[in-house]
């Protein structure tokens, strides 16, 4: 048994590893020849402001008095400079906006395992074929580019990592940081002539990343007086640093500055889908080589910004990568799919003419390399591996059945070593990567192991009603579902626990607003129902704390994590009688669960809580009326048991669907997953508001995985055992999109992916704590003479 779930842990991980060979291979391409324009550029050096999660309507829009919050950069649209709207792409993230700004590709799918540090592969930037490049801003940004940087040229200056607090009380203090260390930058350089001297070169760029907008919005969304008086201090920091600028370089007119954003942000206060708002993001440059601004004729017909009459030229995000380069004389990023936008440039004919001459040539180096073309053949494999670990799902999970029926019989042999053997020469040709040969030459023995088994009808009897039914639930609404369920008994308790469970697939999952209110639940229980009664007001107290600008409270940050440490464990200490221990099961695990809700879904752990004490007093009744005795306590039984006690009763097949619906629901009833993939910390602020993409995402996965942790405890009392279909999943797997599109479509595969091993392992888990109790103390009895 120990051997069989080791190979099928082995087999479950080549297959959960296959998806990131199949669809998030790296788009990016090494070999290209840099392509440069060989006339003079138009400038010297090039300042780009970068402000992080800003909207384009929250700069261009004016106030209710006619007069606007960045005096300085819309004096630049109306009179010096040109401007416009950057097109951002999906996934509308920090780190994929500023690669398509600075490097001129969009996002590189392979970095799914690299959140928001850094770019999985190496690639060129405008920053690496600069002279000298300094950098000013957040320690999440810019190291990214200083790795790729070919050479020491790329000077990254951060500020630490905790400065980025959610809870803080003035996160604007990030851009005065950045704006205050350019100064003193420049100050110093007076006495440094080293530094001095690198300055006065050309082809230069200094980069600052102004994060403060950012966290303003994430904590007190875009329509708050903290985000609009940011941006209030950022275009007062920029008119004071370009006077800075220009009079450190002798006011020479040979310096352009570029002023964007790298995403938007919704009224709610995330990022990473593709709403308007995330991915208008303002683009307005002006200086040397620009054109100034325009007049028209005619009112050009957009937003209200009161700025119809003045030229607008809007761009896609890329394309800011080839007009800097253009700009500074520098060779365009040779992995970059930007359009060089001919409209911002001031220059002569034959300069525009020999740039976009190189932006062509650039771009055609990209398709020399690949030959078949970009995306024909960086997914040339697809087909071929894809069918490969379909083989291998269907087999490893026939083999599995197998086992279970227990039947064997022996068939001809000598096919296999022969497929190997053609599958092994086909890939040596192909020149494959090692994780192919694994791929293709896996389902081999798989399907010896199963095909030496003729009496495949048990198996077809078996499977065929299960994936019937998963894919009936697949297609078919939750809501509509629960629904249907709650009358196939004549309990009062089940048919309103159903309804009530009816109503959390209905209710959004992003784009709506905290409401903490909901989570003040009863506090008349006694024992743990004071700890649920704690954590209950623990949000709001936080959130209470936040909008004051107090910070995080220490006591309600120790609660937070003692509850989280002490949710496994306080179940161990209660009576393993079925209701005691179970009940103390709900309430632990609903305990963490309030502390990371910020809404509605902090209902659900009780609704469904309820709904499993109703599950397991119908199946008790079935036994009684089948006339197996009900068990009071948890107790263990091994699977060969659960095997016959499921084929005992015929009625258990039913059982088996409502098991796997329950898993269903436990997952994807609130839609925690998709709130995992569009990023909003305000669930998490109870426990840390230092920006963490990794415990933060943690603590959110812990949140999806306590109502499973509730469902499966209510399995171990029923001692049932389940099998899911991986196909589907594996099909609906994609690598564009939104990081909400993305993660949502990989944690579904990962999810039904790993269930056979996973309910292998949490059935372990859960019955170590149904049936198990911790005692801390011995009681010796006293016997009176």
């Known amino acids: 048994m120990i051997t069989f779930f080791l190979v099928g842990l082995a087999v479950h991980v080549v297959f959960f590893l296959s998806i990131f060979d199949i669809y998030f291979t790296s788009p990016l391409v090494h070999g290209m020849t840099p392509q440069t324009t060989p006339l003079a550029p138009p400038s010297?050096?090039?300042?780009?402001?970068?402000?992080?999660?800003?909207?384009?309507?929250?700069?261009?829009?004016?106030?209710?008095?006619?007069?606007?919050?960045?005096?300085?950069?819309?004096?630049?649209?109306?009179?010096?400079?040109?401007?416009?709207?950057?097109?951002?792409?999906?996934?509308?993230?920090?780190?994929?906006?500023?690669?398509?700004?600075?490097?001129?590709?969009?996002?590189?799918?392979?970095?799914?395992?690299?959140?928001?540090?850094?770019?999985?592969?190496?690639?060129?930037?405008?920053?690496?074929?600069?002279?000298?490049?300094?950098?000013?801003?957040?320690?999440?940004i810019l190291p990214m580019f200083a790795k790729g940087a070919s050479g020491n040229h790329v000077h990254t200056h951060t500020y630490p990592a905790e400065e980025e607090d959610f809870a803080s009380t003035d996160a604007s203090r990030l851009d005065t940081w950045v704006f205050t260390q350019v100064k003193s930058f420049f100050q110093s350089s007076e006495s440094n002539s080293t530094l001095k001297a690198s300055l006065l070169e050309d082809k230069n760029i200094f980069f600052l990343h102004l994060l403060g907008i950012d966290t303003n919005g994430h904590a007190h969304r875009p329509m708050s007086k903290e985000y609009l008086d940011n941006i209030v201090l950022v275009d007062r920091g920029v008119a004071e640093l370009v006077d800075v600028i220009e009079d450190f370089f002798g006011r020479d007119g040979r310096t352009t500055y570029v002023f964007t954003s790298d995403h938007g942000m919704t009224n709610w206060g995330s990022h990473g889908a593709g709403h308007p708002s995330e991915t208008l993001t303002p683009l307005v440059v002006w200086g040397s080589g620009v054109s100034k601004a325009q007049r028209v004729t005619e009112p050009q017909l957009f937003e209200d910004w009161k700025l119809e009459h003045i030229r607008r030229v809007d761009v896609n995000q890329a394309d800011i990568a080839p007009l800097m380069a253009s700009l500074v004389g520098l060779p365009i990023p040779v992995n970059s799919v930007g359009v060089l936008p001919l409209l911002y440039l001031n220059s002569s004919d034959k300069f525009k003419a020999e740039s976009m001459y190189t932006n062509a040539i650039q771009v055609l180096e990209q398709f020399k390399v690949k030959m078949q073309g970009l995306v024909y053949y960086h997914t040339y494999d697809r087909f071929f591996l894809g069918c490969s670990v379909v083989l291998g799902f269907v087999g490893w999970t026939s083999y599995v059945i197998l086992i279970i029926l227990r039947t064997h019989a022996s068939l001809n042999r000598r096919y296999f070593p022969l497929k190997q053997v053609d599958e092994t020469l086909f890939l040596l040709l192909q020149r494959s990567p090692i994780t192919y040969y694994i791929y293709c030459l896996l389902p081999v023995p798989v399907w010896y192991s199963v095909l030496k088994d003729y009496q495949l009808a048990p198996l077809l009897q078996f499977t065929f009603p299960v994936c019937l039914f998963l894919i009936s639930v697949v297609f078919c609404l939750l809501t509509a579902a629960l629904v249907l369920l709650s009358v196939q008994f004549r309990s009062l308790s089940w048919f309103v626990a159903c309804l009530c469970l009816a109503f959390f697939p209905l209710m959004p999952v992003v784009g709506r607003e905290a409401n903490l209110h909901l989570k003040q639940l009863p506090t008349c229980l006694p024992q743990q129902m004071l700890l649920v009664a704690v954590c209950s007001f623990v949000p709001l107290l936080t959130h209470s704390s936040l909008l004051q600008k107090r910070g995080l409270p220490l006591l309600n940050q120790i609660i937070s994590w003692s509850t989280l440490a002490s949710s496994i464990l306080v179940p161990l200490l209660s009576s393993t009688r079925i209701f005691y221990r179970l009940f103390s099961i709900f309430l632990s695990l609903t305990s963490t669960y309030l502390l990371l809700s910020t809404g509605s879904e902090a209902l659900f752990p009780p609704v469904l809580s309820w709904l499993m004490f109703a599950w397991i007093n119908i199946e008790q009744e079935a036994l009684l009326t089948q006339g197996v005795p009900g068990r009071?306590?948890?107790?263990?039984?091994?699977?060969?048991?659960?095997?016959?006690?499921?084929?005992?009763?015929?009625?258990?097949?039913?059982?088996?669907?409502?098991?796997?619906?329950?898993?269903?629901?436990?997952?994807?009833?609130?839609?925690?997953?998709?709130?995992?993939?569009?990023?909003?910390?305000?669930?998490?602020?109870?426990?840390?508001?230092?920006?963490?993409?990794?415990?933060?995402?943690?603590?959110?996965?812990?949140?999806?995985?306590?109502?499973?942790?509730?469902?499966?405890?209510?399995?171990?009392?029923?001692?049932?055992?389940?099998?899911?279909?991986?196909?589907?999943?594996?099909?609906?797997?994609?690598?564009?999109?939104?990081?909400?599109?993305?993660?949502?479509?990989?944690?579904?595969?990962?999810?039904?992916?790993s269930m056979t091993i996973f309910l292998m392992l949490l059935s372990v888990v859960t019955h170590l704590l149904t049936s198990k109790r911790l005692i801390l103390w011995n009681r010796h009895k006293m016997h009176f003479p």
Not at 73 to 95: D, F, N
Not at 105 to 110: A, L, R
């Open 44 to 140: 010297s050096r090039l300042v780009l402001f970068v402000a992080d999660g800003l909207r384009a309507d929250s700069l261009f829009t004016l106030l209710p008095d006619g007069s606007s919050r960045t005096p300085y950069l819309r004096s630049v649209i109306e009179e010096t400079g040109t401007w416009g709207v950057s097109h951002t792409r999906v996934p509308t993230e920090s780190r994929p906006g500023h690669v398509a700004l600075i490097a001129g590709f969009y996002e590189d799918v392979s970095a799914v395992a690299k959140g928001w540090k850094e770019n999985p592969v190496e690639f060129d930037s405008v920053f690496n074929e600069s002279r000298n490049t300094w950098c000013w801003g957040s320690p999440d």
């Open 632 to 753: 009071q306590e948890v107790e263990s039984v091994t699977s060969n048991m659960c095997i016959s006690y499921f084929f005992l009763f015929e009625n258990k097949k039913q059982t088996l669907y409502r098991q796997v619906f329950f898993i269903i629901t436990a997952f994807f009833g609130t839609g925690n997953i998709a709130s995992i993939n569009s990023f909003d910390p305000a669930s998490v602020y109870c426990f840390l508001t230092v920006f963490n993409p990794f415990i933060m995402g943690g603590l959110m996965m812990w949140k999806v995985l306590i109502p499973f942790i509730i469902v499966m405890c209510t399995f171990e009392t029923c001692h049932n055992k389940c099998l899911t279909s991986l196909q589907h999943f594996f099909f609906m797997v994609q690598d564009y999109g939104s990081w909400l599109d993305i993660g949502t479509s990989i944690s579904h595969y990962v999810i039904v992916m």
